[in-house]
């Protein structure tokens, strides 16, 4: 499998499992089917193996020293930049920031771009299906700024239409803030017409693409957003590094979101003067075995090629919608015709959380509650509901355990 091939049919996922060390474990004397992907998806032994040469051989601070170790710290961390700019396709190196995560990249936009420039009055447009991550730190400004909430409604199989973005855009709206794919419903949105109908508007569009990267091809010259946000630990990298790929132009016009040490050029009591992009919005000493091992993530996703685990988990989504849609008494949550591999359901007489432990005792790990998207299941006027994901390791069989799992769970509480 080849990063560029055109998509394959000869995807070998028991091949790809096999990358992934922790999936060959038990729980409960049970062999592992893990379907929490969404949530944070496992690592290849070849990312945990570059973390650990980096750890063992090159670790040292960047930036900063001349010696050898500190020079090739920081040709692995900036490389690890260049890797995350050519995998998205954005224009430039100086636009990809490293952050926690897209929760960080997030904040850092709503409090370094938006809150200098946002008066009373002034809308931020949300969707109806946005994660937690994507609505609170829009709150916190609206109470610093006097700016307004608006949502764009979803329709009953979680859709979010281009034309329902535009009837809530207006002169007023300065920012609109979605994202790619729900983490609650898997529902895909058209990012490509919103970012066209916010910019027609004077809008500027932030992506929140956390759901997207692991499963999709993403051109980010083609999408021509403002600001897309992302997290490696769901694409197969370590947790506590993300990146905020922001606009140029915006990025340069932009105050620092924390101050220090690397985001400086000069320093004395009475005046600072800032780094350039990138290092302006990345104070302090940085996740360096973190970017060292998301970029061992892309080269993985890359030596699978995107497209055709794209189209692996495609085909187990049709698989398992197929199959859950026959289990009695269970009901899908999001029926959107384009769904990234997530399905979320209930299943009558059996509250979530008592699922999810049944399943565990089964071996099979589902999310189960409210995903971080509580609006979400406001809406479908459920208190939780349990989700399997998938991602490029998982199997049909997988399916079948969930299956049989859940037939437990239907025998237990019958
Ligand atoms: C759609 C979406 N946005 C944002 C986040 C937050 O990501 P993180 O916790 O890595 O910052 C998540 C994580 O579940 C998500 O699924």
């Known amino acids: 499998m080849n990063a560029n091939a055109a998509v394959t049919n000869d995807y070998d996922a028991e091949r790809v499992w096999r990358d992934f060390p922790i999936l060959r474990r038990e729980v409960h004397g049970r062999p592992l089917v893990f379907l929490d992907s ?12 570059a ?16 010696y050898q170790l500190s020079q090739e710290a920081t040709e ?63 709150q916190l400004l ?15 199989r979680g859709v979010i239409e281009v034309d329902a973005v535009s009837a809530q855009l207006n002169e007023r709206t300065r920012i609109v803030a979605c994202a790619h794919v729900s983490n609650a419903l898997g529902t895909v949105l058209p990012v490509r017409e919103i970012v066209q109908r916010a910019h027609a508007r004077g809008a500027v569009v932030l992506v929140d693409g956390a759901q997207a990267v692991p499963h999709q091809r993403v051109d980010l010259k083609a999408l021509d957003c403002d600001f897309y946000a992302f997290s490696a630990h769901k694409m197969y990298g370590p947790t506590g590094i993300g990146v905020l790929v922001g606009r140029e132009s915006l990025l340069e016009s932009m105050p620092p979101w924390q101050g220090g040490g690397d985001m400086i050029l000069t320093v004395t009591f009475e ?55 026959r289990v009695p008494g269970l009901t899908i949550i999001g029926t959107a015709p384009q ?59 997988d399916i079948d355990a969930l299956i049989a799992a859940l037939g437990k769970a239907r025998e237990v509480f019958g």
């Open 38 to 49: 969404a949530a944070s998806s496992q690592r290849p032994a070849s990312v945990v193996a």
């Open 51 to 66: 973390v650990e040469r980096y750890e063992t051989y090159s670790h040292a601070n960047v930036h900063r020293g001349v």
């Open 76 to 138: 692995l961390f900036e490389g690890a930049r260049e890797r995350v700019r050519r995998f998205l396709n954005a224009p430039d190196v100086n636009e990809v920031i490293f952050v926690r995560g897209t929760t960080e990249a997030i904040n850092l936009v709503a409090q370094s771009y938006a809150r200098p420039r946002l008066q009373p009055g002034d809308e931020i447009l949300l969707t109806a299906l946005e994660h937690h991550a994507n609505i609170v730190p829009w």
């Open 142 to 156: 609206a109470e610093q700024t006097g700016a307004v909430i608006k949502v764009v409604p979803m329709d009953r």
């Open 271 to 325: 005046k600072t003067t800032y780094n350039a992009l990138p290092f302006k919005f990345e104070a302090g000493t940085p996740n360096i075995s973190g970017a060292v091992g998301m970029a061992a993530a892309i080269d993985y996703i890359d030596s699978l090629g995107i497209d055709n685990i794209h189209a692996h988990e495609q085909r187990l989504l049709a698989i398992a919608t197929g199959k859950l849609q």
């Open 339 to 397: 769904k990234a591999s997530v399905i979320s359901f209930t299943l009558d007489g059996i509250h979530p959380h008592d699922l999810g432990t049944i399943l565990d005792a089964e071996g099979v790990a589902v999310r189960t509650g409210h995903h971080c998207a509580m609006p979400v299941m406001e809406f479908f006027n459920v208190p939780a509901t349990a989700r399997a994901s998938f991602a490029c390791y998982s199997r049909e069989s």
